[in-house]
């Protein structure tokens, strides 16, 4: 990243990176609040860099290369616009200047990292390393029958019509095999770490304290402890306790297993029938059996 204008920018510039990504519903802002509760760590949720602003960035600089070529034949000599790897430090700038924009009044020199939630940033993982080499990622993995259950309540009235739940669980199902054997086969080798859903909420101390040592920030019993005070279910969901339903809300029910009591017996097997052999090595058990079952 940047290494020059003032102390801020300079100390921007020199703070490590991250990104945290997933499928929809899946925990990540959960995550990003958990890690923005750190004293130490800033995580901007939701600015789409990856998949908004750097297309933006390189149509933008791709139509300023094509301006000039057009006038090289005509005008006095010009120059060639930037392109391909060359556009690195642009993007780089872009992201400083986002974070910059989003201090909110802390400063950079009091931070250990800096990074960026969105759920499509899985995606992307690739394009992350070559801008940001030393970048880690967050993978956040849930067990997809309740991702899919709780996506599908958030996320109805964008849905076509005449898609069925039914319909929804085979199609999110798809999603999240996909996603995770991208995600894992692109972190091969890469600052990569998994967490689970479930873990952040039977193990919240250990998975807490794992993140913050991940990116960069230190990870002491009371540091982890107020971070998880204040990323409580209760504390964003406004008081509600884990279980009681505000389907309007972002913190919907904040459990695990909801799927179990609400999905049907053909719901659940849409889902196995394309997520099971995921589902079996990652350790999430199948409520159901089916034609070509392993």
């Not at 929804?168 to 798809?174: D, F, I, K, T, V």
Request: a neutral charge; proline letters at 4%.
């Amino acid at each position: 990243m940047i290494r020059n204008w003032n102390a801020e920018w300079r100390a921007i510039g020199a703070l490590p990176v991250f990104f945290v990504g997933g499928l929809p519903r899946s925990g990540t802002t959960w995550v990003q609040q958990l890690l923005n509760a750190h004293p130490r760590v800033m995580c901007m949720g939701e600015s789409h860099f990856m998949n908004d602003m750097v297309p933006t960035l390189v149509s933008a600089a791709a139509g300023y290369r094509k301006r000039r070529a057009e006038g090289r034949d005509t005008w006095a000599p010009t120059v060639r616009g930037p392109q391909g790897r060359q556009l690195g430090p642009m993007v780089q700038m872009a992201f400083a200047a986002l974070v910059h924009e989003n201090l909110d009044g802390r400063s950079a020199t009091d931070l250990a990292a800096v990074g960026e939630k969105t759920p499509d940033n899985i995606m992307h993982m690739k394009e992350i390393w070559a801008i940001f080499p030393a970048a880690r990622f967050i993978n956040v993995i849930r067990d997809g029958r309740d991702g899919a259950l709780s996506a599908f309540i958030r996320f109805r009235s964008k849905l076509p019509s005449d898609m069925s739940r039914v319909d929804y669980m085979r199609a999110y199902a798809e999603g999240w095999t996909n996603r995770i054997r991208a995600a894992k086969a692109a972190g091969k080798g890469r600052a990569y770490h998994e967490v689970r859903y479930e873990a952040m909420h039977a193990d919240p101390e250990i998975e807490a304290a794992r993140l913050f040592e991940f990116v960069g920030a230190d990870s002491a019993p009371e540091t982890v402890r107020a971070a998880l005070d204040s990323a409580s279910f209760e504390a964003l969901s406004g008081g509600r306790q884990r279980g009681q339903v505000d389907a309007a809300s972002h913190y919907r029910r904040g459990e695990v297993g909801g799927w179990a009591d609400t999905l049907s017996e053909a719901e659940v097997e849409a889902f196995e029938a394309v997520a099971g052999p995921l589902m079996d090595e990652l350790g999430y058990a199948r409520a159901t059996t089916h034609a070509g079952a392993a």
